[in-house]
């Protein structure tokens, strides 16, 4: 019951703001982060009393579907990630928004997208994991098509066709799961294989990699990703880093892992192929983000080759791999919010929106580019900031597999690792060292400074220290993630 109202209490919250429609602005930020706050109350309630405890069954529709909820390990990986990083974003949230508009509609589509991923991650089955799948579609959509103008409505509607060819994808792989014994996660798999059926069940789970993977941005279903660059920074922030693509991720773990289960997978083609598409996709996302000079858009990319970062290890099919994909999922999480932040923040203030309008910025928003120096110099893996420890698990993890798309896997994360410097370095220092206009290097009054509110600070603040802990506590987090992994 505990899970339940975590689903539904920011569900609900959303509905009541709806309804109650404030119109002074203290009155709705006190509403939405109370919510906020109350929700991820719950969840990490709910994960530290019933980790691995038993299956609830909210509906019974038959012998082989259910719409059940329990926590295991990986739902507590997921939830707590989601239950941290949500409050942080609403706070962000609170004052970018108060320039956009429409904001008792933006934070009830934003309080129950919420509850939504929450659904996802404490999912017992396939069936109930797919049915907050979708419904994280609709209640991100009028989030991404906020602004209603032509480019938003345009990205909607290439966001929502993207959402349901994977999603038709994804009913495929589920059907056969359910059919063949998956009626609950289990790690290491609960399909139950007939003889002679191995290729077909393999064909449905390469169907649904890149069905649920279309969330997770991996080639070729990555350009709904670009096109949600549109919608308000709090929104792609969230799609970029925690929500719709993390859920994604996870969707992905739990069908290789928990249903039809590595042993079915491993030395097959099927393995060889998504393993590939995450190769790909890894330098592809790193090669356009050195191109891009829109911002958003670089670290738009950025996250669709990260993104790959974890399938590659989940897909190495080794407990060594899913560890490691995970630790970098938490990673480029906290990450990545905090880099999409610190754009939103340039944007808000200055109004700029492409590389080379940074220029020496990094004096007029010294907290705003500090933080994204210390993010962008963790996300490129230096040690001993969080971001290394994870490529470097990826690395090893596929190297110990000994056959060649192993070795081809650790050549692409290096060449990632170099133009992710590049990508990123370039902005940091653009905005420290100006080619032009010399004298902005100089000590700037602090009346003359452009860094946002304390509500927009304070969560990058929290971010970027936090970012650094993680990196030098990270043995303790591996150990953490292998323990509930039971790696």
Known sequence: MLMLCAILFPILAGMGLAAWRPQGRIARQNYVLASACTTSALALWAVFTLRDGPLFTLLTMGDHLSIAFRVDGLSCLFASLVAVLWPLACLY?????????????????????????????????????????????????????????????????????????????????????????????????????????????????????????????????????????????????????????????????????????????????????????????????????LRTKHLKRRLAWSTISNLSYVLLGVTTLTTAGLAAGMVHMIFHAVLKITLFFCVGAVHYKLHRDFVPDVEGCGVLMPVVFGTFATAALGLMGVP???????????????????????????????????????????????AFFPRQNRQLTVRVPRQARRDPGIRMTLPLTVLAVGSVALGLCANMLVGTVQTLLGA
């Open 384 to 430: 001993p900031l969080a971001g290394f420890t994870s490529k470097w698990m990826l690395a090893t993890s596929a190297v110990g597999m000994g056959e060649w798309i192993g070795y081809l896997a650790a050549a692409a994360l290096i060449l990632s690792a170099l133009l992710t410097a590049l990508y990123l370095m370039q902005i940091v220092l653009l």
């Open 93 to 289: 949230a609170v004052e970018y928004m108060s320039r956009e508009g429409h904001e008792n509609r933006f934070f009830t589509f934003y309080l129950a997208s919420f509850g939504v991923t929450l659904g996802i991650a404490f999912s017992a089955n396939a069936l109930t994991m797919y049915l907050f799948y979708e419904l994280l579609t609709l209640a991100t959509l009028p989030l991404v098509m906020h602004a209603m103008d032509s480019k938003a409505r345009y990205a909607g509607r290439v966001y929502l066709t993207y959402s349901m060819c994977g999603a038709a994808l994804g009913f495929l792989a589920m059907v056969m799961l359910l059919e063949h014994g998956g009626t609950v996660f289990l790690l290491g798999g609960s399909l139950v294989c007939p003889a002679g059926k191995e290729d077909t069940l393999r064909l449905a789970y390469v169907l649904g990699f890149f069905g649920f993977g279309v969330k997770a941005a991996v080639f070729p279903g990555h350009k709904w990703l670009l096109r949600a660059s549109v919608a308000p920074t709090p929104v792609t922030a969230l799609l970029h880093a925690v929500a719709v693509v993390k859920a994604g991720v996870f969707a992905v773990t739990r069908l290789t892992w928990y249903g039809y289960g590595p042993d079915l997978l491993r030395g097959s083609w099927a393995q060889y192929l998504v393993m590939g598409a995450a190769i790909f996709t890894i330098v592809y996302g790193s090669s356009k983000a």
